[in-house]
């Protein structure tokens, strides 16, 4: 059965910066995440992209706390084969480099972020991904049978990953995740994805992507990932809005939304299985 007509929906439930005063529906706790995960799954989500905070509901990279949502989606919901992909960056601070990837070398997801390069974050504050630690970090996901995520901020760090794809630090096939109308990075315009569509292409041919968009490109990235044959990310890691105005009610919300965009559109939404072929997980 082709899957050209198939698109892969992405649900990020948490990330590192929504709180309860933004959102009160914000996931947050491990047993808040995992029944958010499985929500999400059987509304058509095929991957869940995962963050943890601490106590306080800041973000967190707690190994302890990815531990008890995979073991709470596991223990209650056998039944749920969405692929699991870890943050490689979940929080403002990083007290080792060792945090970053102790979860994943542990619980082995299928998939984890690799944020290629590093950039100003929020006009606030530096987002650091120095390369020996990108050649490290891949190396462990290789290592581990990990796939990369590569998120994209600008198109330099899709020719970031050439580069570490030609050296071996990456393997081919890959697949980016474009990360779009973020703050300090490419604007969330339909000129714009269509610009880091085309450099992947050309320095990264055979390469599979999905997109997101903050803000008010929210919906310009939904229809033009759909448009142009790319995955979609949705989720209250993003936007906390479901629009203008209304805050949303749930990521069931979101991902029931991307899976009314892609049906109208004439294309289905890939299952697990669907999206671990697409990918190369298998």
């Known amino acids: 059965m ?17 709180k309860k005063e933004n959102n009160p529906n914000v996931p947050m706790t491990p047993e808040e995440i995992a029944e958010d995960i499985y929500a999400c799954w059987k509304a058509g989500a095929a991957i869940a992209h995962m963050h943890m905070r601490d ?10 706390k990815f531990r008890r949502t995979v073991e709470l989606l596991r223990d209650n919901h056998s039944d749920c084969d969405i692929i699991l992909n870890m943050t490689t960056s979940g929080a403002a601070s990083f007290p080792n480099e060792e945090c970053r990837y102790e979860h994943i070398v542990e619980l082995r997801p299928e998939m984890a972020s690799y944020d290629c390069g590093s950039m100003n974050w929020m006009h606030s504050g530096l987002f650091l991904n120095p390369p020996a630690f990108l050649e490290k970090l891949g190396g462990i996901m290789q290592e ?27 393997k081919a096939p890959l697949h980016f995740q474009f ?7 490419i604007p969330g315009t339909m000129k714009n994805l269509i610009f880091m569509k085309e450099t992947m ?6 390469s599979t992507w999905s997109c997101f968009g903050v803000g008010a490109s929210a919906m310009t990235m939904l229809y033009g ?16 809005m ?15 939304r991307a899976v009314r965009v892609i049906e109208e559109f004439g294309k289905q939404a890939a299952t697990p299985d669907e999206a671990r072929e697409i990918l190369s997980l298998k």
């Open 55 to 64: 106590d306080q509901g800041n973000g967190a990279m707690d190994k302890n």
């Open 144 to 170: 581990n049978h990990i796939k990369p995520e590569i998120e994209a901020f600008d198109p330099g760090m899709i020719a970031n990953a050439a580069y570490y794809l030609k050296k071996g630090v990456l």
């Open 201 to 206: 292409e050309s320095l990264c041919p055979g």
């Open 179 to 185: 990360c779009m109308g973020c703050a300090n990075g």
């Open 2 to 18: 082709s899957l050209n007509n198939k698109t892969i929906i992405t649900v990020a439930t948490t990330g590192a910066w929504p």
């Open 242 to 256: 479901y629009a203008k105005g209304v805050l949303a009610e749930s990521n069931v919300q979101f991902v029931q």
């Open 225 to 240: 990932a759909v448009a142009l044959g790319g995955g979609i990310r949705v989720g209250m890691e993003d936007n906390v």
